[in-house]
């Protein structure tokens, strides 16, 4: 994990749905040197039927409808996964996630052979900052490459990053602009990330009672709010003028529609379709109207044509430029997937493909849906048009040759804290750790399931902990070898004090899934609640055997020797540690106590 930000300097940062804001002038002179800056802002989880110029009535969105009234609107874009790290992914890099290796959210890391529009920029002078608002997009997986400053900081005083992983848009704006600030006479690079629509839905004052019956519109609109004092700054500050600025959501949220309630289950147009508005400096045509269909992976390489700088071959994002210069083109095909019901649920998992009027979906039961005339996908034509799904599937595999694309990629293992932050954040399942023999579940038949582990994931806020501890073992016998299960009864068992009822639980995962690093981080956490540390300790080992850079492991084995008074012992562990967080303050004045113990110096 890569930090190069003094946290100390920037206390705010925020990124949520992708929201991307290209400031294109089709047709007119490229600027001299230093030329356009480039000003990506992402909406997190936002749907774009939920914003007002995309026609929602009962939107509260005046500023992205001025941006798109003064921009390029696309109708059409589409996301590749609904998810938070890899749609991210893949706007940064123009590929779908079979490519860039990045599947889900906590247990994937972008490595560096896969190039960013960072480091494209960063190599041709651009300052490059990012100012994220969620754990969901900390450092650790990887999406910091290139960054001068990568704003991930929640509360650097504590030793493991706060539970509640969400900053709100006001904080993330001010982060923004104190950086602007201080940078602004560069040509920069700029990502700002709002995450506000995501649940739980609890929009600040005085959105709060203007969207009491509606709280995710009140996200939206609070997040709207400060979108426009990001504008209003440009504006102010004569960046306006010759900044590219680009607004994309990263995906959307079902509301309960097919009975979903957030994302990440299913592939339908409420989770996929999003936001994009292109904004350049000077639009020849402005609030243009696009009908195509286009990729949030197309960003890239529109951002790198408009600056003049040559596309990299191999990328799967198309540039939208000849769009925005008035060309018609034909419908792009989206691609789709979620590996997400296999890896936190156990069940099987989805891949897709709209093409043309047609939307196609790989499950172990298919789907077929003509969105021309069945918007709402609500007849499944699998069986009337066996030889569309046939064509539709034959192009599915083709995308994904060679990807390997039923699986795999550069999985990390998840510590305690980010198990715990994913929860909070409504991701209630936990990566699977073992493949059950036979064909996997279809989402579509677990949806009971499913909704057991909202409604304990409720009961659990609400606090009525017996009918939450009740749905969490439904769930658990129902889905054994998901360690989740387990990390959600264990973790409940221990906020109620049952901490031997917790241990228990935890061994029992351990017994069933031995090399799940999930349930050992928060075994760890149990036996040190029961005030077992020897077993803590032991346990922390066993995770390092496993992951040697689990950094909740390293940090706590070190306390604990530390509290022992073994600091010979404990120092070793705060070394590598600070190897993955450096600049973590209480982990900082930890080795400098075992230092000053052993009467050391800190190495240069």
């Not at 000849?322 to 792009?332: A, N, Q, T, V, Y």
């Not at 093409?355 to 996908?377: H, S």
């Not at 083709?398 to 409504?426: P, V």
């Amino acid at each position: 994990m890569r930090h190069r930000l003094s946290r100390t300097s920037f206390l705010f940062a925020g990124l949520g749905l992708t929201a991307l804001v290209l400031w294109v002038s089709p047709g007119a002179a490229r600027p001299k040197k230093p030329g356009w800056n480039v000003l990506l802002i992402t909406l997190d989880t936002t749907r774009a039927d939920r914003i007002g110029c995309y026609g929602y009535a009962d939107a509260g969105t005046p500023n992205i409808d001025a941006l798109a009234a003064r921009g390029v609107r696309f109708t059409r874009a589409y996301s590749p996964v609904p998810l938070t790290l890899p749609s991210h992914a893949s706007i940064l890099t123009g590929n779908y996630p079979y490519a860039h290796r990045v599947r889900n959210n906590g247990s994937y890391h972008l490595t560096s052979d896969h190039a960013t529009l960072t480091e494209e920029l960063k190599g041709r002078g651009f300052v490059a900052s990012a100012f994220v608002s969620s754990f969901t997009l900390d450092s650790r997986f990887g999406l910091d490459q290139g960054f001068d400053v990568y704003d991930d900081a929640f509360d650097s005083r504590q030793a493991l990053k706060t539970y509640r992983s969400e900053r709100p848009a006001d904080r993330v704006a001010s982060a923004f602009l104190d950086w602007l600030q201080l940078n602004g006479g560069k040509r920069f690079f700029a990502w700002v990330h709002f995450y506000d629509p995501h649940l739980p839905y609890s929009p600040p004052p005085p959105f709060d009672r203007e969207f009491k019956t509606h709280p995710y519109d009140g996200e939206i609109a609070f997040m709207d709010q400060e979108i426009g004092r990001v504008a209003r700054a440009l504006e102010e500050g004569g960046f306006m003028g010759n900044t590219l600025v680009i607004l994309a959501g990263d995906h959307g949220e079902a509301l309960g529609e097919k009975k979903e309630i957030d994302h990440g289950l299913f592939l339908y147009e409420s989770t996929l379709r999003v936001p994009l508005i292109i904004c350049p400096p000077s639009p020849p045509a402005r609030g243009a109207v696009i009908q195509s269909r286009v990729r949030i992976i197309d960003v890239l390489p529109t951002v790198l044509e408009l600056l003049d700088i040559r596309v990299p071959k191999g990328i799967h994002g198309k540039s939208l430029v000849p769009l925005l210069r008035g060309r018609k083109i034909e419908d792009l095909p989206a691609y789709a997937e979620t590996l997400y019901p296999r890896e936190n649920y156990g069940w099987s998992e989805l891949y897709g493909l709209t093409d043309g009027a047609w939307k196609y979906i790989r499950a172990p039961k298919p789907e077929l849906y003509d969105l021309a005339q069945d918007p709402a996908e609500e007849k499944n034509l699998i069986g009337e048009k066996m030889s569309v799904a046939a064509e539709l599937g034959r192009k599915l595999a083709a995308l994904a040759a060679g990807s390997e694309a039923e699986g795999g990629g550069t999985a990390r293992r998840m510590s305690s804290e980010e198990e715990r932050k994913l929860r909070s954040l409504g991701y209630v399942g936990g990566r699977s750790e073992k493949t059950p023999a036979g064909p996997l579940a279809d989402p579509k038949d677990k949806i009971e399931d499913y909704l057991l582990y909202f409604r304990g994931n409720l009961f659990e806020t609400r606090g009525e902990y017996d009918k939450a501890e009740s749905c969490y073992r439904q769930v658990l016998t129902s889905n054994p070898d998901v360690a989740g299960n387990y990390v959600n009864l264990g973790i409940l068992l221990a906020k109620s004090g049952r901490f031997k009822d917790a241990v228990e639980i935890l061994e029992e995962g351990r017994g069933r899934l031995p090399e799940s690093v999930a349930v050992l981080s928060h075994l760890m956490a149990a036996y040190l609640q029961a005030g077992r540390s020897d077993d803590a300790l032991a346990a922390g080992e066993a995770i390092l055997a496993l992951d040697p850079g689990h950094f909740d492991a390293l940090f706590v084995s070190g306390d604990i020797l530390g509290r022992q008074e073994k600091w010979a012992r404990a120092l070793p562990f705060f070394e590598r540690a600070l190897q993955v967080e450096p600049e973590n303050e209480a982990l900082r004045r930890s080795y400098e106590r075992a230092l000053e113990q052993l009467k050391k110096r800190p190495e240069r």
